[in-house]
């Protein structure tokens, strides 16, 4: 039985998009390990989340590009 994608972490949702986390953080140029903080919920793209606002930003952004994040960002809340 499928999941319904709003019922879906956002690490299954991308897994299920057959992406590759080493690839995806290649393809845009961000660190891998910041996009398992993104992931994880620990960095949010947010002035106080981390230093790599940029990175996470981006990282988001493009997630969400890619239909795997699902609703507003962050950082327009």
């Known amino acids: ?6 019922e879906m972490s956002l690490r299954e949702r991308f897994d299920s998009r057959g992406f590759s986390p080493q690839a995806y953080a290649k393809a845009y140029k961000v660190d891998r390990k910041t996009l398992y903080q993104v992931f994880s919920g620990e960095a949010t793209g947010k002035k106080d989340s981390s230093n790599k606002s940029g990175d996470v930003k981006k990282i988001i952004a493009q997630l969400k590009k890619d239909k795997v994040w699902i609703g507003p960002l962050p950082w327009e809340v």
């Open 1 to 6: 039985m499928k999941k319904i994608l709003k």
